[in-house]
């Protein structure tokens, strides 16, 4: 598979990843928030029986007013973020699908479907917006990049021991990149990967990697 499109597959598996993490802690923040509300049913259990059966006909409690206002201001960073990428991704999934795109579906698994069919160039644009997105969700989450380092192998393609695994999606579609983005320098390159692409950041699906070390090369 031509690198760029191994990109662009990385790239919606990290993100995938990311934006789970942030809508569960979004989720937890959210109930950490309305839990620090507890004390407005105690301030309502204080009211004689009568009047909550009736709370129209009460008047106007500054406390009790100031503490509802509290609990539907309580800002979610988190869950701003995920919402905001959300939107993001719909949008890309619109740009680079058109009229196949469906609202209602998941944009991720529908890019995933049609990257194997994408112009290269298209995956290129489209891992870059990805990148800065997932950049965004893990910052706001407070969580690492996607990438575990494989110490004691040299990348292919610079001799640095620097290449990485990344950890998401399928363990068959895992990929190992160079964390240094070393380009490829495309047929003369001694990379190895399948699809030599001039200027296009080294990639490998594991399985082929794994493979081109246990023949030596």
């Given at each position: 598979?031509?690198?760029?499109?191994?990109?662009?597959?990385?790239?919606?598996?990290?993100?995938?990843?990311?934006?789970?993490?942030?809508?569960?802690?979004?989720?937890?923040?959210?109930?950490?928030?309305?839990?620090?509300?507890?004390?407005?049913?105690?301030?309502?259990?204080?009211?004689?029986?009568?009047?909550?059966?009736?709370?129209?006909?009460?008047?106007?409690?500054?406390?009790?007013?100031?503490?509802?206002?509290?609990?539907?201001?309580?800002?979610?960073?988190?869950?701003?973020?995920?919402?905001?990428?959300?939107?993001?991704?719909?949008?890309?999934?619109?740009?680079?699908?058109?009229?196949?795109?469906?609202?209602?579906?998941?944009?991720?698994?529908?890019?995933?479907?049609?990257?194997?069919a994408l112009q290269t160039s298209t995956c290129e644009t489209m891992t870059r917006w990805l990148v800065e997105q997932d950049r965004l969700v893990r910052?706001?989450?407070?969580?690492?990049?996607?990438?575990?380092?494989?110490?004691?192998?040299?990348?292919?393609?610079?001799?640095?021991?620097?290449?990485?695994?990344?950890?998401?999606?399928?363990?068959?579609?895992?990929?190992?990149?160079?964390?240094?983005?070393?380009?490829?320098?495309?047929?003369?390159?001694?990379?190895?990967?399948?699809?030599?692409?001039?200027?296009?950041?080294?990639?490998?699906?594991?399985?082929?990697?794994?493979?081109?070390?246990?023949?030596?090369?």
């Amino acid at each position: 598979m031509h690198p760029a499109r191994l990109h662009a597959l990385a790239a919606l598996a990290s993100l995938e990843a990311a934006q789970a993490t942030l809508t569960q802690y979004a989720r937890h923040a959210r109930q950490a928030a309305l839990s620090g509300a507890d004390d407005l049913g105690t301030v309502q259990a204080w009211r004689p029986a009568t009047e909550r059966q009736a709370p129209r006909a009460l008047p106007a409690n500054p406390l009790l007013d100031a503490i509802v206002l509290q609990v539907d201001r309580v800002a979610n960073p988190l869950l701003e973020r995920a919402r905001r990428t959300a939107d993001t991704l719909a949008w890309i999934a619109g740009a680079v699908l058109g009229d196949d795109y469906r609202t209602r579906a998941d944009p991720l698994a529908q890019l995933r479907a049609v990257v194997p069919a994408l112009q290269t160039s298209t995956c290129e644009t489209m891992t870059r917006w990805l990148v800065e997105q997932d950049r965004l969700v893990r910052q706001a989450a407070g969580i690492g990049d996607d990438l575990q380092l494989w110490p004691g192998v040299a990348c292919p393609g610079c001799d640095n021991v620097v290449l990485a695994l990344q950890m998401s999606g399928p363990a068959e579609d895992r990929v190992v990149v160079c964390t240094e983005s070393c380009p490829c320098a495309g047929e003369a390159c001694g990379c190895g990967m399948p699809d030599r692409a001039v200027g296009v950041a080294h990639i490998w699906q594991l399985t082929d990697l794994r493979a081109r070390l246990a023949r030596g090369e």
